[in-house]
């Protein structure tokens, strides 16, 4: 079953402590995507990447971190700094290509659900 | 960048064609026009995009004006799984060659109705 797999599906972060969200994609894409969305809101970026080893920071990539190692892989830590970090985290991934290529199909996966104890 | 402005809510008599409309006045010419749509609590789910022309597949019809200031996505025949937000997105890059980033807004409520 080709996808996105993130995990797990709910968290909860104590005050101090880094976490860190999982995201692994099967469908061999170069870019891949993190999101945040707040209650009734729409999605912002935090980080995207669209190769291994790079990546760019979105629009609200403070009290964020990430990594891109391995290609099926895009992992996000929610540091400390964050200093609201209840959301819904959402990791999607795309083929890539030129701007305005039609190539930019997201694909999401099921999302990560984060809460402050 | 060009932005898009959606009515908040719409509802739908399941069985009739749902009509969403999108108003992306400033859209350049090489901005394609998505469509994606969210469940709750789910990850969104991509429809369908255009450019200039009218676009069809096993989901949705997109229609797109001319001078493609606007746009309509139509389910034609609403189910109750159809209830969801949808998001009309005109792709926005920041200005580095290769970025692929979408700007999801509040889109529309569709709530289909029994």
């Known amino acids: 079953d080709g996808g996105i797999t993130q995990s797990p599906k709910y968290l909860f972060r104590k005050e101090g402590q880094n976490v860190t969200l999982s995201c692994e994609q099967n469908?061999?894409?170069?870019?891949m995507y993190w999101y945040r969305q707040d209650p009734g809101q729409g999605l912002r970026l935090i980080y995207y990447?669209?190769?291994?080893?790079?990546?760019q920071k979105g629009d609200i990539a403070e009290g964020y971190s990430v990594s891109r190692e391995k290609k099926e892989s895009f992992p996000l830590t929610v540091t400390s700094a964050q200093k609201n970090p209840t959301a819904f985290y959402l990791c999607?991934?795309?083929?890539?290509?030129?701007?305005?290529?039609?190539?930019?199909?997201?694909?999401f996966g099921a999302g990560t659900r984060l809460s402050v104890l | 960048d060009a932005k898009t402005t959606q009515p908040p809510s719409m509802d739908c008599a399941e069985g009739r064609a749902a009509n969403l409309p999108c108003n992306h006045s400033?859209?350049?010419?090489?901005?394609?026009v998505y469509w994606y749509r969210q469940i709750h609590s789910q990850g969104p789910q991509y429809i369908i995009h255009?450019?200039?022309n009218n676009e069809t597949n096993e989901m949705a019809s997109l229609i797109i004006t001319e001078d493609r200031k606007s746009s309509t996505l139509i389910l034609p025949h609403a189910t109750l799984r159809d209830t969801a937000v949808y998001y009309c997105?005109?792709?926005?890059?920041?200005?580095?060659?290769?970025?692929?980033?979408?700007?999801f807004g509040t889109g529309t409520r569709l709530t289909v109705i029994p």
């Open positions: 999607a991934s795309s083929i890539g290509g030129l701007y305005g290529s039609p190539k930019n199909i997201q694909y």
């Open positions: 469908l061999n894409h170069d870019a």
């Open positions: 990447s669209q190769i291994v080893n790079d990546f």
């Open positions: 400033t859209i350049s010419g090489n901005e394609y």
């Open positions: 255009g450019l200039k």
């Open positions: 997105i005109v792709r926005v890059g920041h200005g580095v060659a290769g970025a692929n980033n979408l700007f």
